[in-house]
């Protein structure tokens, strides 16, 4: 069974910095893709950074310059630096793995979360 567990959650100032991590209990490498999304109360969860099958790594406009995507081969986990922390950065973060499945004809892509983790930036 596919399961991805996120950590480094947290309260912190603004201005602060927090690492997420995301352990998946697959070799990272079976996922098609992977990214971190992260969902505000009241809002729709939305991609905070997403690592391509051709190794691109893109980021929400929000977060540009402030944010990291990484990966760590050894740990097999995918990381979240976040600098400059503000306010409205403040939502559940998930960490997202998608794997396709199928005949290429035919390709479906299955989504597996991780369960969520709390960033709480105060002002």
């Known amino acids: 069974q596919v399961q991805l567990v996120e950590s480094g959650g947290g309260l912190v100032q603004a201005g602060g910095s927090l690492r997420l991590s995301c352990a998946a209990s697959i070799s990272i490498f079976r996922f098609d893709t992977m990214g971190w999304y992260r969902q505000a109360p009241g809002k729709q969860r939305e991609l905070v950074a997403g690592l391509s099958s051709d190794g691109s790594i893109t980021y929400t406009d929000s977060v540009k310059g402030r944010f990291t995507f990484s990966r760590d081969v050894a740990e097999n986990t995918i990381n979240l630096e976040m600098n400059s922390l503000k306010p409205e950065d403040t939502a559940i973060y998930y960490c997202?793995?998608?794997?396709?499945?199928?005949?290429?004809?035919?390709?479906?892509?299955?989504?597996?979360w991780g369960q969520g983790t709390q960033v709480t930036v105060s002002s």
């Open positions: 997202n793995g998608k794997r396709s499945q199928g005949p290429v004809e035919r390709i479906v892509y299955v989504d597996y």
